[in-house]
């Protein structure tokens, strides 16, 4: 287990692009906006390297065809682009060009590359904003034969003043009954190069295979790209807060000796960035710490996020002698601080929706839609995180009669709400 994230580069393991660099003094450029090519030949994103091959996308993986535009990989001059069309869009215009994804063909790769019966090592990422929504136990079931260690992503956004050790000791509980409960564990972030040194560090001293697995959006090719950064490499996969970013494997040589995948992720189904539309997402993939609101609530109040959910403290109201009143509770909410919170009545809360649905930022997708509510019982006092795949968690007490609930937009699989022990 690691507990320093200030690790230098280790000498042993300094890249040959690196020594290239400061030799001749060249600085790696990217000569068009459609070529990327690395200064050695052999180092970095490496997916057309073998020239016998199909040409593959070097943002997405995915192999080029000029055949279908709706398709993935779309390339009118194959032999000119490094990108497809869908990638160059995501990446230039910032815009998603809506195309046929098929769950299945990721399933596929990841099948495809656990078959081999050769050592290899999977980093399986998971995003601390949404830990529970981020997992996938299939997957990890899958991996749990080969060697793994779990890169909890996106510490950037948790609050600093959490102890490094803590947020360890959460994560192997949280893992405790998975079977890669014993995996190694590093906490990274790829906005944060204190973060990224430990990974590239991992990384270069391995000369077998790995790959980089985990659900859409978790941050795995930012990752790899932060990691190319840093060892002066080009960041040259494509990443976004659309989900399914990369669609096939992406080869990445850090050195000659050693082959790094990334790979797709599968979309997350159970989250709410599902029931909203693209121009909404970034509410839920944002680079800046989380904040932390405090609400002191009577039972029968709400807090609604935005015009997408919403949380209830239903009832237990604690009555004190002393003061010959009721007792508010707290509820603390770690939310994006963009996220608009608004506290009304209970029983107001299906009108306000229904009044404000056209109005209330970020909105679903379909204002009809139904919703679904989830109650919690409690009946003795601890501290829970409730967690809400897209939106953060709500840390209280709980104690004996305490009812709270949240409610959901009803989609084809559901958003994930869950309860954990609380981390703060
Ligand atoms: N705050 C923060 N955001 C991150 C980090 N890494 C990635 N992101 C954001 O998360 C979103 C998804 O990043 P990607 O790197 O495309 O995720 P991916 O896991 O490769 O996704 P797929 O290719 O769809 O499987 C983007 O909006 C990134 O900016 C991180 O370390 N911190
Ligand atoms: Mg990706």
Redesign the pocket.
Known sequence: MKFSNKVKLDENVQDKSLKVETNSNTKIKQKSKVRLIESTPGIGNTTNFNSNEPKKCIG?GKQFQNTNDKQPGFSLNIEKQDLCLRCFKIKYYNKLVEQEINDQDFINIIDEINSTTKKIRYYY?V?I?DLPGSRLTWLEKLISKKEVVILV?????FPKSVKKLKIFNYINKFFEDSPIRNSKIIL?????QD?VYSLVNELKSVEYDQYIV??????????I??CLKLNKQIPS??????????LDKIKINFTENNFVY????L?KHNHIAIATAPNY??FF???KEIKQVTYQLNAGQSIFYGGLAWFTFEQGQVFSEKNGKEIKTNFHLYVNKQMPLHRTKAINAQIYFKKNRHLLVPRLLNSDITFETKVFDYDSERKVNLHISGLGWITFKTYKGLKVSVTVPKTEYGIKVSELDALI
């Open positions: 997405c990422v995003d904003f992503n996106k510490i950037d956004l990274t972030s790829s906005i944060k973060y985990g659900i859409s959006n978790a941050g795995k090719s930012s990752l790209n932060a996969i494509i990443t976004s807060k659309y989900v399914n970013t990369t990334d790979t797709p992720g979309v997402w970034y993939f944002f680079q």
